[in-house]
Nanobody, 123 residues
């Protein structure tokens, strides 16, 4: 069974830092793009940052210069380092990954989501 498991959420004061981790496990042939999204109460889920298998990154304007996405391909893990956090960063953060699974001649690629981790920034 393929799954993404997130960790590292919690409560932090404005100006502080948190690091989120997301590990992919199961019978995975290849991990393609990975990313982080977030959803604040009453709002739609939005992109925070993405990273390709080659390490190219993309960030939402609201987090540029404060958040850093990275990945460890040997550990099938993606990270989100969040610095200089603001109260508006409060949300449930979701990990996403494009995974190729299946046996030879039966491989498929689809997007998977983690269960989400709460991040709360207090003023």
């Amino acid at each position: 069974q393929v799954q993404l498991v997130e960790s590292g959420g919690g409560l932090v004061q404005a100006g502080g830092s948190l690091r989120l981790s997301c590990a992919a496990s199961g019978s995975i042939f290849r991990i393609n793009d990975m990313g982080w999204y977030r959803q604040a109460p009453g709002k739609q889920r939005e992109l925070v940052a993405t990273i390709t298998s080659g390490g190219s990154t993309n960030y939402a304007e609201s987090v540029k210069g404060r958040f850093t996405i990275s990945r460890d391909n040997a550990k099938n893990t993606v990270y989100l380092q969040m610095n200089s956090m603001k109260t508006e960063d409060t949300a449930v953060y979701y990990c996403s990954a494009s995974l190729t699974i299946g046996a030879v001649n039966f491989r498929t690629t689809r997007n998977y989501w983690g269960q989400g981790t709460q991040v709360t920034v207090s003023s």
